[in-house]
Structures are given as C-alpha cells and as structure tokens.
C-alpha cells in the first residue's frame, strides 16, 4: 500500500526544479539540446587545445568539465522556462485588459446611443454613466 503511494508521487513530479507538468518535455528537450552541444564544445576543446595524450585522458577530462556544467545547465533550463512562462502571463494578463477595456467601450458606447435616443425623442434621460450606477452618494 505504501508503495503504490511512493510510485504515484514519483510519476507525479516533473523535475528537481518542480517544472509545470506541461512543460516537462520542454524542460527535457532544452536540457538535452544544452547538455549535448556543450559535450561536443568540450570534447572539441579537450582534443583542440589541451594537452590529452589519449582517449582515456580526453574522457576523464570531459567528464569531469560536463559534471562540474551539469547544474549550470539545469539551471539556465529552468531559467528560460520560468521566461516562457512570465511571457506567457503577460500575454494572457494583456488579452484581459484588453478584453475588459473592449467591455468598457461599448458599455460605454450603448449608454451614448441611448442618450441619443432619448434626445432625438425629446425624453429625459437620468441614466447615470457606466462605471456610475455602483457609486453610492457621499454626504
């Protein structure tokens, strides 16, 4: 029984760094491009410009370089992902405002035609302004 918990907590966590369940394979997919291009820049490093006699020497000291770079790129991973994520926000915080701005225009819009209206017809018209009919009168 206790078990089973264990095993639905482990398929339920995304990463270390508790990435968004929808982001997960970017997250994967970002660290992996990172991960693989810096392995090629430091093998190419090691054979180019030090001094490695032999294959056993270029892995070791590759080995040892990608280690000491492995939470660097997790962590610049995270990084861009938390930006996707703030770009993502922003984007969906502007179509709100932008939504409840269009909702104000033509409430406002409506209220203008219905003065009109009343105007045209020679009524009076007492409607308080959008925005207005919620302000309480202070004494």
Known sequence: MVQE???TQAQERQSIWS???H???WYGGILAFQYLM???LTI???RVYQSSENAV???LAVQRGMTANILNMAATTYVALEGVMLAQWLKERDKRK???ATKKVRQWEAWHERMQEAQREGR???EPPPGQQDKKPTR
């Open 5 to 7: 918990g264990r095993q």
């Open 19 to 21: 990435v968004p369940g």
């Open 23 to 25: 982001l997960g394979r």
């Open 38 to 40: 810096f392995l090629g």
């Open 44 to 46: 190419w490093d090691e």
């Open 57 to 59: 020497q270029v892995e």
């Open 98 to 100: 932008e939504e409840e």
């Open 124 to 126: 009076p018209f007492d």
